[in-house]
């Protein structure tokens, strides 16, 4: 038990619970509902093994990172390390590589290959990124950043692109299609912006091991003050889009929608923003990337309402 225990928080078991469920409402909530009988045979089929290769590659990435990542976790979280504490690093390795591999196999499964073999591309490139994050990307400056951003982002984008193509989403006009393109690039910009978000504050948190063996993390080039900066900038950019949306969303009367979003998505940003010109020890960073996590479930979980209104 205590080794199933370690591997299941070795793979970040909650976080692929949050991947599940952002997949399972983006494909329920927003495609089910907007195509309501016009959805085709087999879809459900092909979304299944797509969300179990997403999972399957996410925590083959886990893996890796924590892999590479001993020493400076030594540092940071001595008391969450479970690769060479309980897990031997052979078998880690070995995991992450039966996990990517079947990732791969569940995402030819899922995709006719001649028609979508693009997207069967970008998985393997997902793999690839994963693995030269832990190696060498986290280490940069902003480039681990927007590499772990734009793969958040593409856990919903995969699911629009196995069902449609770019030039249908721009050639439809304004139509079903179009829509769905359109909420599709809504929760993935959301999510890439809550995500660069997140890596800042996490960077400003893993400092102290992270200056120790040698990353050059924002925080640590920049410094502290100017990551608060980017970091502030980004949260006042989404404040103003979210806050836009919901002026436009008024016109057609989605009361609830509102109801919702401005408690449970704006006001945490907005103190998230306002903790963050104070924050100045790894507990404040720790408590600050905490919250910018559940304005991330709460975000995801407003999908429910098009479930509702479309």
């Known amino acids: ?91 880690a390795i070995a995991w992450h590589f039966m996990l990517s591999s079947t990732g791969i196999i569940l995402t ?49 984008l995969i699911i629009f692109f196995s069902k449609f193509n770019l030039s249908d989403a721009f050639g439809a006009g304004d139509t079903v299609s179009y829509k769905f393109f359109r909420l599709a690039i809504l929760y993935a910009g959301f999510a890439f912006i809550i995500s660069l978000i997140r890596e800042a504050i996490k960077d400003m948190e893993d400092m102290p091991g992270d200056s120790k063996y040698g990353c050059r993390t924002m925080p640590i080039v920049w410094g502290v003050n100017a990551t608060k900066v980017y970091v502030g900038v980004w949260l006042i950019v989404l404040i103003a889009i979210l806050v836009t949306l919901q002026v436009y969303v008024l016109q057609f009367k989605w009361w609830l929608a509102v109801a919702y979003s401005v408690p449970a998505i704006i006001f945490p940003l907005t103190i998230i923003l306002f903790k963050l010109r ?22 995801i979980l407003s999908m429910v309402f098009f479930y509702f209104y479309l």
Not at 61 to 83: H, L, S, T, W
Not at 121 to 131: K, P, Q
Not at 279 to 297: A, E, I, N, P, Y
Request: charged fraction near 15%; hydrophobic fraction near 55%; include cysteine.
């Open 278 to 299: 104070k924050s100045v020890t790894t507990r404040d960073f720790h408590q600050l990337s905490t919250l910018t996590k559940l304005v991330m479930f709460t975000g």
């Open 108 to 156: 030819f499964l899922a995709l006719p290959f001649f028609q979508k073999w693009y997207l069967i591309v970008a998985n393997v490139l997902c793999v690839a990124l994963l693995w030269f994050y832990s190696t060498n990307f986290k280490k940069s400056l902003l480039t681990g950043n927007i590499v772990i951003s734009l793969l958040t982002a593409w856990t919903i």
């Open 1 to 91: 038990m205590r080794l199933i225990a370690a591997f299941l928080k070795l793979v970040r078991l909650p976080n692929l619970f949050f991947m599940a469920l952002t997949q399972v409402l983006f494909q329920f909530c927003i495609y089910h509902t907007l195509y309501k009988n016009a959805v085709p045979s087999g879809d459900l089929t092909r979304f299944i093994f797509l969300v179990l290769a997403s999972l399957l590659i996410a925590a083959a990435g886990y893996i890796i990172n924590d892999y590479f990542d001993i020493n400076i976790d030594e540092v940071n979280k001595p008391e969450k390390m479970v690769v060479d504490k309980v897990i031997n690093r052979r078998w």
